[in-house]
């Protein structure tokens, strides 16, 4: 079963104009962590923000923000003020448990393009 | 502080041949994950070494192994290769002590089988 479902194959958005990319997930465990990754060209993933289960409020990095719905299961990432260097394969991945065990997947990614 | 390392880069091989993947963690990491993305999808899990034992296995056939050292480091080996190997092959370490479990990736082996 998909645990993690990116419905946006391509997003295109003005530079300097907010984005929103979208992610679900399905878990039953209750401790589990959701992350969002940038891919560029180059092929080498980037951390960009991580929302725990159990974080009240969203998360926020510089122009990134999660917006967390945990009873909706929806962790979609915001991005503002838009830039060109944006213009990447963008992953939402899911850390299910703690300890040693745990594993992280990912969505099918959603690739965005900035327009001048 | 080093970052996650792989090698080779790139590499050619022919249906039915084996291929080795390295990847060194980094600096004070401990557990190294393998993931295979193929060309327009999201990376999907292989497997998960943690002491120098697998703890984790996504849903691949046991052709594809892999090792940790007592340095961390790792090997992805993959054994009579298919075309559908072909594929950016992705280390990622991580601290045990980090709850997150935030993935610190290298930028990837790509390999292309013929």
């Known amino acids: 079963a998909q645990k993690i479902t990116q419905t946006q194959p391509g997003m295109f958005v003005q530079e300097k104009e907010a984005v929103t990319l979208d992610c679900t997930y399905d878990t039953s465990d209750p401790s589990y962590g959701l992350f969002w990754y940038k891919q560029p060209s180059s092929g080498e993933m980037i951390f960009l923000i991580y929302?725990?289960?159990?974080?009240?409020q969203n998360a926020t990095e510089g122009r990134y923000s999660l917006n967390f719905q945990k009873a909706r299961k929806s962790a979609n990432l915001v991005i503002s003020a838009s830039q060109l260097g944006d213009s990447a394969m963008y992953f939402c991945?899911?850390?299910?448990?703690?300890?040693?065990?745990?594993?992280?997947?990912f969505g099918a990614g959603t690739r965005l393009f900035v327009k001048a | 502080e080093t970052g996650v390392t792989q090698s080779p880069t790139h590499l050619i091989k022919t249906r039915g041949q084996q291929v080795t993947l390295r990847c060194s963690s980094q600096s004070g990491h401990n557990t190294v994950s393998w993931y295979q993305q193929a060309l327009g999808q999201g990376p999907q899990f292989i497997f998960q070494?943690?002491?120098?034992?697998?703890?984790g296995r996504g849903n691949f056939p046991p052709r594809f192994s892999g090792l940790q050292f007592p340095n961390y480091s790792s090997e992805l080996n993959v054994n009579a290769l298919e075309l559908d190997d072909s594929a950016l092959y992705l280390c990622?370490?991580?601290?045990?002590?980090?709850?997150?479990?935030?993935?610190?990736f290298g930028e990837g082996s790509r390999l292309t089988v013929l």
């Open positions: 990622a370490s991580r601290s045990m002590a980090d709850n997150t479990g935030e993935l610190f």
């Open positions: 070494y943690y002491r120098e034992e697998e703890n």
């Open positions: 929302q725990g289960s159990y974080d009240q």
């Open positions: 991945a899911m850390r299910e448990g703690m300890g040693g065990g745990f594993k992280t997947i």
